[in-house]
């Protein structure tokens, strides 16, 4: 098989939207994150971060013949021009799966079902944000995530209790990770929400997969890149439990965020 660098371009973007690229590496034979959502146009590429393994990337469900293999420090990419969900595998390795969720942008694809965003109102911590909800305000948890509060609060005291963790760095550690979301998303912006919006938790707020203009989950971002913890409080999807599971161990094992600047503190949170 050929063991240079692998780019494979399969569409062609035609919408005037800016194109995304989204990374998903590879290690230790899983894919981080395991399920991605993106938008039509966007680009992901996968890189081999294994130290001697080597994996491909194959749509077998669309009856595509298996592409070359990659190997270490190599990557393989692909542009996707559709809707839908795309389900894939390494070839060498069945037991190595992943999906991609394709959502429409906002200006094509004029016969897809619309997609209903709401206003972004503020940032309120790692894990909350305020949105236009139905006329009113209204706040809503990234379900699946835990950040430290970035404020004095009853549930700074609980944390610091049972974490065993001094109030002071929490809440250095909360402000970071709220710093952290507000990159992803900003006032003014629009987000769209997937699950149960019929129940809020004890907090009154509205527990949500939240997805940004880019087509990302920033619950998954937030895990992914080591600002937040996965958090089961409400019945989450076993597969959208298992990408945050999966985020959370590739932040973990590659020091990021949170866990490359409190390492200790991480360990602690995540007990």
């Known amino acids: 098989m050929k063991s240079f660098l692998l780019v494979i371009f399969l569409f062609f973007v035609s919408s005037s939207n800016a194109a995304t690229k989204h990374d998903i590496g590879i290690k230790k034979f899983k894919f981080s994150p395991a399920e991605i959502t993106i938008s039509v146009g966007d680009t992901i590429r996968w890189t081999n971060k294994e130290k001697r393994q080597y994996h491909s990337i194959w749509f077998e469900q669309l009856g595509e013949p298996e592409p070359d293999y990659f190997f270490p420090g190599e990557f393989f990419e692909r542009t996707f021009n559709d809707i839908g969900n795309f389900p894939y595998r390494c070839g060498p390795h069945p037991k190595m799966k992943g999906i991609v969720h394709v959502l429409k942008t906002t200006e094509n694809v004029q016969n897809a079902k619309a997609i209903i965003t709401y206003s972004v109102e503020s940032v309120e911590d790692g894990d909350t944000i305020v949105?236009?909800?139905?006329?009113?305000?209204?706040?809503?948890?990234?379900?699946?995530?835990?950040?430290?509060?970035?404020?004095?609060?009853?549930?700074?005291?609980?944390?610091?209790?049972?974490?065993?963790?001094?109030?002071?760095?929490?809440?250095?550690?909360?402000?970071?990770?709220?710093?952290?979301?507000?990159?992803?998303?900003?006032?003014?912006?629009?987000?769209?929400?997937?699950?149960?919006?019929?129940?809020?938790?004890?907090?009154?707020?509205?527990?949500?997969?939240?997805?940004?203009?880019?087509?990302?989950?920033?619950?998954?971002?937030?895990?992914?890149?080591?600002?937040?913890?996965?958090?089961?409080?409400?019945?989450?999807?076993?597969?959208?439990?298992?990408?945050?599971?999966?985020?959370?161990?590739?932040?973990?094992?590659?020091?990021?965020?949170?866990?490359?600047k409190h390492p200790q503190l991480m360990e602690k949170w995540s007990n």
């Open 131 to 260: 949105i236009k909800y139905k006329g009113k305000t209204q706040r809503v948890q990234l379900i699946g995530i835990d950040a430290p509060e970035d404020t004095q609060n009853p549930k700074l005291n609980l944390d610091s209790r049972n974490k065993k963790i001094e109030k002071n760095d929490l809440l250095k550690m909360g402000k970071a990770s709220t710093e952290y979301l507000q990159t992803l998303i900003k006032a003014g912006e629009k987000v769209s929400l997937e699950g149960n919006l019929s129940q809020k938790d004890k907090y009154n707020r509205l527990p949500a997969i939240v997805i940004n203009q880019k087509g990302q989950s920033l619950n998954q971002e937030m895990v992914k890149t080591g600002y937040a913890l996965l958090l089961t409080r409400f019945p989450l999807d076993e597969d959208f439990k298992a990408s945050l599971k999966e985020a959370q161990n590739f932040a973990r094992s590659e020091k990021l965020g949170l866990w490359k």
